[in-house]
């Protein structure tokens, strides 16, 4: 056979170096360089006070009304107190926005994470975040690793459960649309329907009068309602996480919001330098172990 003429060995040669760069560009990348490169681009593009937000040169920040203790103080979410307000200070000042630059707005908590548009930069409210909710928002990184957590009153047959088994026979409740509902349905998966509540004053009011035998929260809002709220219920114990994963609270944004990644950037830094070790120690520091459910 004759040798190709030299002009068709090098218009093979040619396709061959085209087909080789389109394989090596579809094939993965390895994580680290994916999430370098990712980073680098936000850095680029998160110019300090100056992104492209609701309202130029300010930072709409929501959460639900009442915004409760511990992650806020005396349901003023503006005075820069309790764990969550010191996060979005601090999230907003690592983003270039001082606090008079900071707008708060009010959403309720399931509407933060509903499909559809929002008027918020971000929502910062104990949102966990999950792959069902990812599909309608978009969210951070993880700002808080939180567990959830049992609480009934003092004396009562729920106060002595040490295990799920224990806690199947039991009429519980939580907030509608919270993961520690979730718990309930997926984890516990109790004899009776669990009851729903619109807020966490109904469920508590509802553990209060017998309407409910346990009430399930975030360890945090546990270790707080019975010590400051209802003082006569305990916390029962804690649920391990599910699946190996930490459950984590992350910040609400529009889904393909241009600041999805600068906010991630900016909560990443804050976990990289302890600041936000430092805010859970001040605001969070009740909420060390309590029993493991098994």
């Known amino acids: ?15 061959t170096v085209a087909l080789l760069a389109t394989a ?3 094939a993965p990348q390895p994580e680290e360089k994916t999430t370098a490169a990712a980073s680098g681009s936000a850095a680029k593009n998160c110019a300090k006070g100056g992104l492209a937000t609701k309202t130029s040169g300010k930072l709409t920040i929501a959460t639900d009304e009442p915004a409760y203790e511990p992650w806020f103080k005396d349901d ?14 601090a999230v907003a000042k690592q983003l270039g926005y001082d ?43 993880g700002y808080y690793d939180v567990r959830q957590a ?26 509608v649309g919270t ?9 516990v998966k109790p004899e009776q329907e669990a009851a729903v509540y619109a807020k966490n004053d109904q469920a508590k009011s509802a553990l209060k009068n017998g309407q409910v035998d346990a009430v399930v929260t975030d360890l945090p809002t546990a270790f707080y309602i019975t ?15 599910q699946g190996g994963t930490p459950e984590q609270f992350g910040l609400v944004l529009d889904r393909g919001s241009a600041l999805t990644s600068c906010v991630t950037a900016a909560v990443d830094a804050l976990r990289k330098d302890g600041t936000l ?16 459910l098994k």
């Open 227 to 241: 010590a400051a709220e209802v003082t006569n219920a305990k916390i029962v114990g804690q649920f391990e996480n």
């Open 99 to 141: 606090k008079s630059a900071v707008v708060w707005q009010s959403v309720p908590f399931n509407k933060a994470f509903a499909p559809g548009a929002k008027t918020f930069d971000f929502d910062i409210n104990q949102v966990s975040i999950s792959d069902e909710r990812k599909k309608a928002v978009d969210f951070s990184s």
């Open 76 to 89: 003023k979410p503006a005075n820069g107190k309790g764990f969550e307000s010191a996060v979005a200070y």
């Open 1 to 15: 056979m004759h040798p190709a003429p030299r002009a068709v060995r090098r218009a093979l040669a040619a396709v």
């Open 24 to 26: 090596v560009g579809c």
């Open 179 to 187: 993961t520690s509902l979730d718990y309930i349905s997926d984890v």
């Open 150 to 175: 049992v609480i009934a009153l003092k004396g009562s047959k729920a106060a002595g459960a040490t295990s799920i088994a224990d806690l199947k026979k039991l009429k519980l409740g939580a907030q």
């Open 277 to 292: 070790a430092g805010i859970e120690k001040q605001w969070l520091s009740d909420a060390v172990d309590a029993p493991v």
